[in-house]
């Protein structure tokens, strides 16, 4: 018998399903990590994706906020609290709410190729 499969990284993120058997049991809360999976015991304290998600979705949601404001002011040309009113709600929103799938991902990811910190690769 073999290494089992990999669970499916999009079942990780929008599941919260352990990368290694699969149980919906990734998260402890909204965006917290459990630190075991009950079911197959994999130490989900060992992995670090620190920042990463929040950078991605800033950067990500970021540009797409940016460009449909600047969409709205040329064709529209609100008034400026139009966009204070719109914008940063939105944006906000957008982030704290996809948190959880990119986190779930990024964990699934690591565990996928072996991520470790401080290590570029295996030494003998």
């Known amino acids: 018998m073999g290494e089992p ?3 499916p990284v999009t079942d990780s993120a929008f ?8 149980a919906p049991s990734l998260f402890a809360g909204w965006v917290k990590f459990a630190p075991r ?7 989900l304290a060992a992995f ?3 920042d990463g998600p929040a950078a991605f979705l ?3 949601i970021g540009t797409i906020i940016v460009v449909l404001s600047i969409a709205l002011e040329l064709s529209a040309s609100p008034p400026v609290w139009v966009h ?7 944006t906000l929103a957008l982030v704290i709410f996809s948190l959880r799938w990119a ?15 401080g290590r570029l690769k295996d030494r003998p």
């Not at 399903?17 to 699969?22: S, W």
């Not at 986190?103 to 699934?108: D, R, S, W, Y």
Request: aromatic share 4%; with cysteine.
């Open 37 to 43: 999976c009950p079911n197959c015991g994999l130490d």
């Open 58 to 60: 800033t950067l990500i």
């Open 84 to 90: 204070l009113l719109i914008w940063p709600p939105l």
């Open 103 to 117: 986190k779930g991902a990024l964990i699934a990811l690591e565990y996928r190729n072996a991520a470790r910190e």
């Open 15 to 22: 599941k919260g399903a352990c990368p290694q058997c699969g």
């Open 5 to 7: 499969t990999p669970v």
């Open 48 to 50: 670090n994706v620190g």
